[in-house]
């Protein structure tokens, strides 16, 4: 099963990090990426790849409807609307960054404190996602991130791994990609419910 993730809030000026992950099962994802493509295309039409944050903000495909809130709302709950009764879970972990700064170091370390937030929720997700998820392979695939990142959580994911005989559920993680959420639907879906 494809796990779809992404994150808001990894700024250092944001108060919490929230990183979700959308399970999409089945014949779910090429209904939701069908119903994604001929929303988009009703009158007014939709720019895609979606972008949740540009749309809240007005900016950059989304900058010639930057004086009309009401109608960029609108193309959110669009939006929003084309999951409804497709087999989607939904998981999220949220990290108050000041509960952190006063425990992280103690968890793990990170020069970046940026990435020490995201790095922290990363495997409470994957956790929540093994104890929720049943039985199902699980295939992550996040959103495109700076290639610290990538490469942190690759380490991560790989020490995850080596847990398989303590704890069984590790075995269905089959698998860790980033890509840019321009080309995934269920990428862009992911960014919605996260923002």
């Known amino acids: 099963m494809k796990v779809y993730g992404d994150e808001s809030g990894k700024h250092l000026g944001a108060d919490t990090l929230s990183i979700c992950a959308l399970?999409?099962?089945?014949?779910?994802?090429?209904?939701?990426?069908?119903?994604?493509?001929?929303?988009?295309?009703?009158?007014?039409?939709?720019?895609?790849?979606?972008?949740?944050?540009?749309?809240?903000?007005?900016?950059?495909?989304?900058?010639?409807l930057a004086c009309d809130v009401d109608v960029r709302e609108s193309m959110q709950r669009r939006m929003i609307r084309q999951m409804k009764g497709l087999d989607i879970e939904g998981s999220a972990c949220v990290i108050k960054r000041a509960e952190l700064e006063k425990y992280g170091e103690r968890i793990l370390v990170s020069e970046n404190k940026t990435y020490g937030t995201w790095l922290h929720a990363f495997?409470?997700?994957?956790?929540?996602?093994?104890?929720?998820?049943?039985?199902?392979?699980?295939?992550?695939?996040?959103?495109?991130?700076?290639?610290?990142?990538?490469?942190?959580?690759?380490?991560?994911?790989?020490?995850?791994l080596?847990?398989?005989?303590?704890?069984?559920?590790?075995?269905?993680?089959?698998g860790l990609s980033?890509?840019?959420?321009?080309?995934?639907?269920?990428?862009q879906a992911a960014d919605i419910v996260v923002n």
């Not at 093994?130 to 992550?140: A, R, S, V």
């Open 23 to 64: 399970l999409i099962k089945g014949k779910a994802h090429k209904l939701l990426d069908k119903r994604w493509r001929i929303e988009a295309a009703k009158t007014p039409q939709i720019p895609l790849p979606f972008h949740m944050s540009d749309c809240v903000a007005g900016t950059k495909s989304f900058a010639h």
């Open 178 to 187: 980033f890509v840019p959420k321009d080309d995934i639907v269920g990428l």
């Open 123 to 160: 495997p409470l997700l994957i956790l929540r996602l093994l104890l929720k998820t049943g039985d199902d392979p699980l295939d992550l695939v996040f959103d495109r991130n700076d290639k610290e990142i990538r490469e942190k959580a690759h380490e991560m994911f790989d020490r995850i």
């Open 162 to 174: 080596t847990f398989k005989d303590r704890l069984p559920a590790v075995n269905r993680l089959k």
